[in-house]
Nanobody
Framework: QVQFVESGGGLVQSGGSLRLSCTVSGRSFSAYVMVWYRQAPGKQRESVAF???????TYADSVKGRFTISRDNAKNTVYLQMNSLKPEDTAVYYC????????WGQGTQVTVSS
């Protein structure tokens, strides 16, 4: 079964940066589109960034120009570099692939103080 292990979250002031990592167990990591999601308190989970097999990236409008998704297929890891963080970026961040796998990881908490 595929497992996702997210890390790198923390408490940061508005305008700060964090780099999240997600390591994926199993084979064929490089064969999938990878996605970063986030879920804020009381809100639905939303996708924030996608990266394809060929490293084409897509971002939600709310993070465009501030977040960068990347992947290292040799390490089965996808990253999310988050710059110019805002309080509204506060959420638990998760990664998954497409098609989505139901075995979600524990996520990593990002808290941005104003």
């Amino acid at each position: 079964q595929v497992q996702f292990v997210e890390s790198g979250g923390g408490l940061v002031q508005s305008g700060g940066s964090l780099r999240l990592s997600c390591t994926v167990s199993g084979r064929s990591f490089s064969a999938y589109v990878m996605v970063w999601y986030r879920q804020a308190p009381g809100k639905q989970r939303e996708s924030v960034a996608f990266i394809t097999l060929g490293d084409t990236t897509t971002y939600a409008d709310s993070v465009k120009g501030r977040f960068t998704i990347s992947r290292d297929n040799a390490k089965n890891t996808v990253y999310l570099q988050m710059n110019s963080l805002k309080p509204e970026d506060t959420a638990v961040y998760y990664c998954n692939r497409l098609p989505t796998v139901n075995s979600w990881g524990q996520g990593t908490q990002v808290t941005v103080s104003s």
